[in-house]
């Protein structure tokens, strides 16, 4: 699979797969560089399970963390990579992916 930048340059997406729950610190930079709704902040619980995020339930979340929202809108620009100081992600180049 081939793809070219706007200058015809070659050009291969790196889609984000995964994030790992264990490496992320929820620090929100990954979501604020994307807008494209890929990924969604929230909570784990006391219970390790994931929460959405309310007000009134701030008291039982442990930890705050990003998760997929969207994968599918993911154009493989790599900015959320970029800025991950956690380097929690897990990107796969688009020819890997397709075959």
Request: aromatic share 4%; with cysteine; charged share 30%.
């Amino acid at each position: 699979m081939s793809f070219t930048a706007r200058d015809g340059r070659d050009w291969t997406p790196d889609y984000l797969m995964s994030i790992d729950a264990k490496k992320c610190i929820g620090c929100g930079r990954c979501f604020k560089v994307c807008g494209r709704g890929v990924m969604a902040l929230k909570g784990i619980s006391e219970d390790g399970e994931l929460v959405d995020l309310d007000d009134d339930e701030d008291d039982e979340i442990e930890k705050k963390i990003m998760v997929l929202n969207d994968q599918g809108a993911c154009i493989g620009c790599g900015a959320c990579a970029r800025v991950c100081p956690a380097n929690c992600q897990v990107h796969v180049s688009a020819p890997a992916e397709a075959a």
